[in-house]
């Protein structure tokens, strides 16, 4: 359902999200941003195109206090942006926030791990999902958008779009990988979709129009390495390679 907003705050709204998408930002990015703006509406009653220093202050010092440091930051960034891309104001408080400098490094799977968890996978569509992404080194978003068209089977490499920056890259393909894709693809036979999603069964999948949810890979993940009995974070596991799987 449509939230309903007072006319001059819905009217400055809509104009953030055509500014957000003129921008090229990404969906995830979209979402955080036009939350935040949200947020803020609601804690001040719609009235947040004049906010004071102060005022900023004190919602962010409350905001922290119930989210995380990752939430404020996003936050203050979509609040900033409507500042200065909706308003055409300057933004009041430009050192307001300095979250603490942390520096995480991520959890690396041994190839003993990744077959532990590959064997451990009954569905096929995740089991593969997870054999990429651990094989390439990528990302979950970057697997899971994913086409068949970004394969080159010549060359020997994937082309990752809209990676990290909104840039792209080429990424080498093992030569195992691809065997294990060519075998999936004859499954599935999607047009588009590498990874199509799983609402009608692998029998519909080839009429699929979107990937494979990001949710449910992450839980199926989440569980097997629970199940085998390897602590890792599961949001990050599939993604760090420490060495090539053969």
Same mark, same amino acid.
């Given at each position: 359902?449509?939230?309903? @907003?007072?006319?001059?705050?819905?009217?400055?709204?809509?104009?953030?999200?055509? !500014?957000?998408?003129?921008?090229?930002?990404?969906?995830?990015?979209?979402?955080? #941003?036009?939350?935040?703006?949200?947020?803020?509406?609601?804690? @001040?009653?719609?009235?947040?195109?004049?906010?004071?220093?102060? =005022?900023?202050?004190?919602?962010?010092?409350?905001?922290?206090?119930?989210?995380?440091?990752?939430?404020?930051?996003?936050?203050?960034?979509?609040?900033?942006?409507?500042?200065?891309?909706?308003?055409?104001?300057?933004?009041?408080?430009?050192?307001?926030?300095?979250?603490?400098?942390?520096?995480?490094?991520?959890?690396?799977?041994?190839?003993?791990?990744?077959?532990?968890?590959?064997?451990?996978?009954?569905?096929?569509?995740?089991?593969? +999902? @997870? #054999?990429?992404?651990?094989?390439?080194?990528?990302?979950? /978003?970057?697997?899971?958008?994913?086409?068949? /068209?970004?394969?080159?089977?010549?060359?020997? !490499?994937?082309?990752?779009?809209?990676?990290?920056?909104?840039?792209?890259?080429?990424?080498?393909?093992?030569?195992?990988?691809?065997?294990?894709?060519?075998?999936?693809? =004859?499954?599935?036979?999607?047009?588009?979709?590498?990874?199509?999603?799983?609402? /009608?069964?692998?029998?519909?999948?080839?009429?699929?129009?979107?990937?494979?949810?990001?949710?449910?890979?992450?839980?199926?993940? !989440?569980?097997?390495?629970?199940? +085998?009995?390897?602590?890792?974070?599961?949001?990050?596991?599939? +993604?760090?390679?420490?060495? =090539?799987?053969?």
């Amino acid at each position: 359902m449509k939230p309903h @907003f007072p006319r001059d705050f819905e009217q400055n709204y809509q104009t953030l999200l055509k !500014r957000l998408k003129l921008n090229g930002l990404q969906p995830k990015t979209i979402e955080a #941003y036009s939350r935040a703006v949200r947020r803020a509406a609601e804690r @001040f009653a719609f009235q947040i195109d004049a906010l004071t220093e102060q =005022q900023l202050t004190d919602y962010f010092a409350e905001l922290l206090a119930s989210h995380s440091w990752s939430t404020v930051k996003l936050d203050l960034y979509g609040l900033r942006f409507y500042y200065e891309h909706v308003l055409h104001q300057p933004w009041v408080a430009p050192d307001l926030i300095k979250p603490p400098r942390s520096q995480q490094l991520p959890d690396i799977v041994t190839v003993e791990q990744a077959q532990q968890i590959f064997a451990a996978t009954r569905v096929l569509s995740y089991r593969v +999902c @997870f #054999y990429t992404l651990y094989s390439m080194g990528l990302r979950l /978003g970057e697997g899971l958008r994913l086409q068949v /068209g970004d394969i080159d089977a010549t060359r020997q !490499r994937v082309h990752i779009r809209d990676a990290k920056g909104n840039k792209d890259r080429f990424v080498p393909l093992p030569v195992a990988t691809l065997r294990v894709l060519r075998r999936f693809w =004859q499954v599935h036979r999607n047009p588009i979709l590498l990874f199509p999603n799983r609402l /009608g069964g692998l029998k519909q999948a080839h009429r699929a129009v979107t990937p494979l949810d990001r949710g449910g890979v992450q839980n199926t993940l !989440r569980i097997v390495t629970q199940a +085998c009995g390897i602590k890792k974070n599961s949001r990050r596991t599939a +993604c760090a390679t420490a060495t =090539q799987p053969t």
